[in-house]
T-cell receptor, first 112, second 111 residues
Framework: GQQLNQSPQSMFIQEGEDVSMNCTSSSIFNTWLWYKQEPGEGPVLLIALYKAGELTSNGRLTAQFGITRKDSFLNISASIPSDVGIYFCAGQLRNSGYALNFGKGTSLLVTP | SAVISQKPSRDICQRGTSLTIQCQVDSQVTMMFWYRQQPGQSLTLIATANQGSEATYESGFVIDKFPISRPNLTFSTLTVSNLSPEDSSIYLC????????FGPGTRLTVL
């Protein structure tokens, strides 16, 4: 599979700040997913996107599926200390194998 | 969603030995996958575990090193054979149940 370009690599912010991270690919996908991984745990699905242009929210999290189908972003509003973790984007072709292609992750640190 | 468990959660193994990791799902699923996550890295797909047939391996992964079983629609095993320190990683199983969900991972350290 291909590795997606995810940025930024890390973020160190203060509680209450908003966070934005994005993911780009040279290939199109028909599904974009965002996961959060905490130490010692497997990735936990945050948001799944299925249509180009789709904007989906999950609490303080908002993600969008880019119009070109080659990119996606995740925003976290009003960050809190428990947002700490590594966030991964993943692209999927659900009509071709179903395996996920992951970004390298964004490590988020939030100070109280 | 799907609830996935893995055994063992962690292990320390000697060079040259093998470790078999079990993955159990709480519902029947068609698609099951095994990923490797090297220290500080992202996830890389090892193989798709196919029920009733041989697993489909990604480039760079071979059956002799990573034999996989999938005896039914709720269970799979991954064996990491002839261990070397470079095999020290987290191994994760996942299932596709409308979306893809991950188990908690197995942290392997090879001495």
């Amino acid at each position: 599979g291909q590795q997606l370009n995810q940025s930024p690599q890390s973020m160190f912010i203060q509680e209450g700040e908003d966070v934005s991270m994005n993911c780009t690919s040279s290939s199109i996908f028909n599904t974009w997913l965002w996961y959060k991984q905490e130490p010692g745990e497997g990735p936990v699905l945050l948001i799944a996107l299925y249509k180009a242009g789709e904007l989906t929210s999950n609490g303080r999290l908002t993600a969008q599926f880019g119009i070109t189908r080659k990119d996606s972003f995740l925003n976290i509003s009003a960050s809190i200390p428990s947002d700490v973790g590594i966030y991964f984007c993943a692209g999927q072709l659900r009509n071709s194998g179903y395996a996920l292609n992951f970004g390298k992750g964004t490590s988020l640190l939030v100070t109280p | 969603s799907a609830v996935i468990s893995q055994k063992p959660s962690r292990d320390i193994c000697q060079r040259g030995t093998s470790l078999t990791i079990q993955c159990q799902v709480d519902s029947q699923v068609t698609m099951m996958f095994w990923y490797r996550q090297q220290p500080g890295q992202s996830l890389t797909l090892i193989a798709t575990a196919n029920q009733g047939s041989e697993a489909t391996y990604e480039s760079g992964f071979v059956i002799d090193k990573f034999p996989i079983s999938r005896p039914n629609l709720t269970f799979s095993t991954l064996t990491v054979s002839n261990l070397s320190p470079e095999d020290s990683s987290i191994y994760l199983c996942s299932v596709d149940a409308s979306e893809q969900f991950f188990g908690p991972g197995t942290r392997l350290t090879v001495l």
